[in-house]
């Protein structure tokens, strides 16, 4: 192995980026290829499906033999509002395999009595996503209902690229956060990536129910990441 | 730490790797490329290897590492990687196999 590929692999684990590291086996050489390189014909298309399926493999293109070790952050789950969904949101997410934390700055809602073994901060978005950033192997559940609270955690999720966004409220609801959003300076374009009202379409009712359409929803939008828009990830 | 986000810089292979090497070893990186039927680590997994045979990693559930750090220790000395193939049908070639049944390609090659 290279060592410069060691370290380039390295500093974008670090940095929560994915990278895939393409070896070919017949004569040792390896590369660093990051999400968004373009690489041409069926090596391209392998490393392409490996980024989005997080599967390493050996692919056989222009007659040889490449492998390619996909290195995929851990998606995670950034929850904005320590309330009832969120209180079955939180154990389901992680069950699933996406580890989750908690934000909420009313102390009354974000104790550890009512999220046992969650990552818990009682503390403005603000505060927390300037020591911990968001990036686009995050999902972002906003769900306080609360403008001063959700908003600022909005914006940023989308400027970050946050692989899913949702936020709870009607679409009357919606539509005034979209003129908030607007005045705080995002795009048309990112605002239209966020899933409101929240959730996949199962007619949920209960919380519990709404915190399972929530994390349908995020799987999804994890699963068919690059799918769609192909500069979505750029 | 297996629900961390964050890399474990201790137990990371690849860190310890680039740390070996920043400390002037020679290193080795094992990797496993192909499994068939009931392999314990998945296709991509490291074991990392120093000339002195200290290992960090796994690429099986500790059935074959012996085998792979022996290899390893040759791969440093003459540069060449090699590509090595454990399963139950290989006892009498490796003396080493997998109990579970499975089979496992193990890339090993050295850093830089």
Known sequence: ?234 | MENSIYLDEARDPLVIAEGWMKDGKDVAIATVVETWGSAPRPVGSHLVIDADGNFHGSVSGGCVEGAVVTEAIDVIDSGKARMLEFGVADETAWQVGLSCGGRIKVYVERLG
């Open chain 1, 1 to 234: 192995m290279d060592p410069y590929a060691l370290k380039t692999l390295n500093a974008e684990r670090r940095a929560r980026r994915a990278a895939i590291l393409v070896t070919d086996l017949g004569d040792g050489r390896d590369r660093i290829v990051r999400e968004g390189d373009q690489v041409a014909g069926d090596l391209g298309a392998a490393i392409a499906k490996a980024f989005r399926t997080g599967n390493s493999g050996s692919v056989e293109a222009e007659g040889r033999t490449f492998f390619l070790n996909a290195h995929l952050p851990r998606p995670r789950l950034v929850v904005i509002g320590a309330v009832h969904i969120s209180q079955a949101l939180a154990p389901m997410a992680k069950i699933a395999g996406y580890p989750v934390e908690i934000i909420d700055p009313r102390t009354a809602f974000a104790t550890s009595e009512r999220f046992p073994d969650i990552a818990l901060h009682a503390e403005w978005p603000e505060d927390v996503l300037k020591r911990q950033p968001l990036d686009s192997y995050t999902a972002l559940a906003a769900v306080t209902h609360d403008p001063k609270i959700d908003d600022f955690a909005l914006k940023a999720a989308l400027d970050a690229n946050c692989f899913y966004v949702g936020a709870l409220g009607s679409r009357k609801t919606h539509a005034k956060r979209v003129e908030r959003l607007l005045a705080l300076g995002a795009t048309a374009d990112q605002i239209a990536r966020i899933h409101a009202p929240i959730g996949l379409d199962i007619g949920a009712a209960s919380p519990a129910e709404i915190a399972v359409a929530v994390l349908a929803q995020t799987i999804h939008a994890f699963r068919s990441r690059g799918l769609d828009a192909k500069g979505a990830a750029a």
